[in-house]
Nanobody, 120 residues
């Protein structure tokens, strides 16, 4: 099982960007999926999560600007980011609780990270 994140890049303040994270491998079920970020010199922090049933949770700093849609048929989670600010600059990591056919219950998996830089 692996998570592959993509979509990062350099954008100007106020612009939008969409990150994509695809889970692949011997997957039986995926429960929660989410995005975390690590700004330069800071600890990793929660950005947003979405459960299998669709319930979402957002960090206060991104509420109203970011959304986290999910395509269960494609084992994919997105992070749609709007009105980006310089303080959104970070390495973004996707995370998912995945039950593989080789396991007895859900395990947490992480993607490799994708860099988002917001700068004029």
């Amino acid at each position: 099982v692996q998570l592959q994140a993509s979509g990062g890049g350099l954008v100007q303040p106020g612009e939008s960007l969409r990150l994509t994270c695809v889970a692949s491998g011997n997957i039986r079920s995926i429960n929660a999926m989410g995005w975390y970020r690590q700004p330069p010199g800071k600890q990793r922090e929660l950005v947003a999560t979405i459960l299998l049933a669709g319930m979402t949770n957002y960090a206060d700093s991104v509420k109203g600007r970011f959304t986290i849609p999910r395509d269960n048929a494609k084992n994919t989670v997105y992070l749609q980011m709007r009105s980006l600010k310089p303080e959104d600059t970070a390495v973004y990591y996707c995370n998912a609780d995945i039950w593989s056919w080789n396991s007895t219950w859900y395990d947490a998996y992480w993607g490799q990270g994708t860099l988002v830089t917001v700068s004029s």
